[in-house]
């Protein structure tokens, strides 16, 4: 997304529901040369954030440890693991109650 305006990051994320979604936004600011707490700010501003992204985020300040150069935050990258076994699971049990 290089050179594009801030205003377009922002266009897209007036509501942010998940960590995901906060990560993304706040490593495109930091990309685009702000610091960790004018990019806080700005996000802060701008955008309707969830008790959760609140919380896990800004209120632990966990948004400090992001740079623009990660990839997904450990956490998350937890989270998307137990789902996908989940989903594994329940498509496995499925297939098993077909095949019966």
């Known amino acids: 997304m290089g050179n594009c305006p801030v205003e377009k990051y922002l266009e897209c994320c007036s509501e942010i529901n998940d960590r995901f979604s906060f990560d993304l936004l706040l490593r495109k600011l930091l990309e685009e040369g702000y610091e ?8 802060i501003h701008n955008c309707s954030l969830s008790l959760l992204v609140w919380q896990e985020r800004i209120h632990n300040e966990f948004y400090l440890e992001i740079t623009e150069n990660d990839g997904m935050a450990e ?3 937890e989270l998307a693991n137990e789902l996908t076994k989940e989903h594994l699971a329940m498509v496995n049990w499925k297939r098993y109650w077909e095949w019966k």
């Open 36 to 43: 960790h707490e004018m990019a806080k700010d700005i996000i």
């Open 75 to 77: 956490d998350l990258m």
